[in-house]
């Protein structure tokens, strides 16, 4: 079977965040479960400014060509304010086509596993005709995260992230089949 391109989305920039942490985390474990090939897409690599700013329209392409080369995403996604952090949102809504009729899952961290920013991401991957699967690893900022905030996920973590993988491969495989 060919090798499927998938990327590691980090959704946020502030300094000392966790996702950068997270995202090492799912970029090894996913990597002892299969032989794809996983990269970190960094949101803060693309420093973009709202939608609309002509001083952003170049790194927004950028942004669009580096995710167009995957066919499915994770999302490592924090909880602000119960929805996604607002960078996120922002650089969605200069999303193209570029992610279309492709797979996501979705890693989420938060006081209840950042299971409210989630959702609110399922509604808008679907505005932009991605399919995210129902597996979910949610992380809790009390129990997978010791003082500090250095990231230990329990080990029941292992397996339900093993889970949200095979159900994203399975889907990310079917879905690659119908783009040209
Ligand atoms: C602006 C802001 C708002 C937050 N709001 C919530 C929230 O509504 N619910 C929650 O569970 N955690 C909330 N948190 C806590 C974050 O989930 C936690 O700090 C997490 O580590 C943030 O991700 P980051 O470190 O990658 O930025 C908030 C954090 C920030 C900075």
């Known amino acids: 079977m060919d090798k499927l391109q998938f ?12 996702s950068d942490q997270v995202g090492d985390w799912v970029l090894d474990e996913a990597r002892k479960l299969n032989n794809h090939n996983y990269e970190i897409v960094d949101l803060k690599d693309y420093p973009m400014s709202f939608f609309g700013d002509n001083d952003s329209v170049e790194i927004a392409k950028k942004f669009n060509d580096r995710l167009r080369i995957f066919d499915g995403y994770i999302f490592v996604l924090a909880e602000y304010n119960h929805s ?26 938060g006081a209840v596993g950042g299971a409210r920013a989630a959702e609110h991401l399922r509604s ?17 900022i009390f129990n997978d995260f010791e003082p500090q905030k250095h990231f230990k996920p329990q080990k029941l973590q292992y ?12 889907w990310t495989k079917a879905f690659k089949s119908i783009r040209n």
């Open 7 to 18: 990327a590691i989305v980090l959704c946020t920039t502030r300094e000392n965040r966790s």
């Open 84 to 109: 996604i952090p607002g960078v996120l949102k922002s650089a969605l809504d200069w999303v193209n086509d570029s992610i279309a009729n492709k797979a996501a899952a979705i890693v989420s961290y």
């Open 124 to 140: 808008i991957l679907g505005q932009l005709q991605v399919a995210d699967i129902s597996r979910q690893t949610l992380f809790s």
């Open 159 to 170: 397996e339900l992230f093993a889970e949200m993988i095979e159900q994203l491969e399975l």
